[in-house]
């Protein structure tokens, strides 16, 4: 990921002000991950945001596991971005890097603002 993503990305106002990085977690999936896989779902024509909305539901799918089963959550989150690193570093399509340059931008911001707390 690099500095075009961290400008692109933003986080869900409920996210930033969430008072744990679990609970922040728990919003940005439900309220960015799977809303842009939903709204991305709905056009099934447009292959590049159907592999968009799927790699993001992946993602959302990662992450809900972390908040839900792991106690330490920000060592699972860190681990998370180092594989979503390794997707955009890997990634054989436009829509593949695309999500992964943006998610991971947006959790390294996440965690980030956390770590601080």
Request: hydrophobic share 40%; glycine share 4%.
């Amino acid at each position: 990921m690099n500095e075009f993503y961290y400008q692109k990305g933003s986080l869900p106002r409920d996210a930033r002000a969430a008072p744990s990085l679990r609970d922040a977690l728990r919003v940005y999936v439900t309220k960015r991950l799977l809303h842009v896989a939903d709204a991305c779902r709905q056009n099934d024509h447009d292959v590049f945001r159907k592999e968009f909305g799927l790699c993001h539901r992946r993602y959302a799918n990662m992450l809900f596991l972390a908040t839900e089963a792991t106690q330490d959550v920000e060592y699972m989150t860190k681990s998370i971005i180092t594989w979503i690193q390794e997707d955009f570093e890997n990634a054989m399509t436009g829509a593949q890097k695309e999500a992964a340059g943006l998610c991971g931008a947006e959790l390294r911001l996440l965690v980030k603002q956390y770590e601080n707390r």
